[in-house]
């Protein structure tokens, strides 16, 4: 007399729980993947931004502490703004002082330059536009301006501001690659003082 043994094969109900489960532990690994992927990159864009903001500033504070009067006999500063500043300096160490401009474009700070041309010389050529840094929430208050009175606490000077008493300017960014998230925004900041301007020699 034989006895038939039970099979024990997986059911049809078992197969689906278990292609349920794996399904939501892929969809769990991937999800968390794709998030780590994303901060991650986040967080370089957010180190680079910060690295050419700051770049940008160095270069920038450097060229107005150097600031002069143009080839044309103009006054070093033409324009002073909250979110952009005019002025001549020598940015190719050649003879001639170009006419530089910083400025805000949406979240851009960029940087124009004119060559002077003619003679006599002047600076109605057209402006070579450089974009410096990236991802800028502060648009309305990057640049801020103080007399030969700045002891490091004043109040900056009111606009519109008399662009002949200034000494001394003050760059401020703040940077913010995605503001919905993590990490914080990030200041960079740097003050020039205008050299060829100084009356406390």
Same mark, same amino acid.
């Given at each position: 007399? $034989?006895i038939?043994?039970?099979?024990?094969?997986?059911t049809?109900? #078992?197969?689906?729980v278990v +292609?349920?489960i $794996?399904?939501m532990?892929l969809?769990?690994i %991937?999800?968390y993947?794709?998030?780590?992927?994303?901060? /991650?990159?986040?967080?370089?864009?957010?180190i680079l931004?910060?690295?050419?903001?700051?770049? *940008? +500033?160095s270069? *920038?504070?450097s060229e107005i502490r150097?600031s002069?009067y143009? &080839?044309?006999?103009?006054?070093?500063?033409v324009e002073a703004t909250?979110?952009s500043i005019?002025?001549?300096?020598n940015v &190719?160490? &050649?003879i001639?002082? @170009?006419?530089?401009r910083?400025?805000i474009n949406?979240? =851009?700070l960029?940087?124009?330059v004119? #060559?002077?041309?003619?003679?006599?010389?002047n600076? =109605?050529?057209?402006e /070579?536009?450089?974009?410096?840094?990236?991802?800028? %929430?502060?648009p309305n208050?990057?640049? %801020?301006?103080?007399? /030969?009175?700045? #002891?490091g %606490?004043? =109040?900056?000077l009111a606009?519109?501001?008399?662009k002949?008493?200034?000494?001394i300017?003050r760059f401020? +960014?703040t940077?913010d690659? =995605?503001?919905?998230?993590?990490? @914080?925004?990030?200041?960079?900041?740097? #003050?020039? /003082?205008?050299r060829?301007?100084?009356?406390?020699?």
């Amino acid at each position: 007399m $034989f006895i038939k043994k039970k099979s024990k094969g997986i059911t049809l109900i #078992e197969m689906i729980v278990v +292609l349920g489960i $794996f399904s939501m532990a892929l969809v769990a690994i %991937t999800t968390y993947a794709w998030m780590s992927l994303r901060a /991650q990159n986040k967080s370089v864009k957010h180190i680079l931004a910060q690295n050419s903001a700051r770049k *940008a +500033l160095s270069v *920038a504070a450097s060229e107005i502490r150097s600031s002069m009067y143009s &080839d044309a006999g103009a006054y070093p500063i033409v324009e002073a703004t909250a979110n952009s500043i005019t002025f001549y300096t020598n940015v &190719d160490e &050649d003879i001639n002082a @170009e006419r530089v401009r910083y400025f805000i474009n949406g979240s =851009d700070l960029k940087r124009g330059v004119i #060559e002077p041309q003619g003679d006599p010389p002047n600076y =109605d050529g057209t402006e /070579q536009v450089n974009t410096l840094a990236r991802y800028i %929430t502060n648009p309305n208050n990057i640049f %801020t301006y103080y007399d /030969q009175n700045y #002891e490091g %606490t004043n =109040d900056p000077l009111a606009f519109p501001v008399n662009k002949s008493i200034i000494k001394i300017v003050r760059f401020n +960014l703040t940077i913010d690659v =995605d503001t919905q998230r993590l990490p @914080e925004p990030v200041n960079v900041n740097t #003050e020039a /003082q205008l050299r060829n301007l100084k009356e406390n020699l």
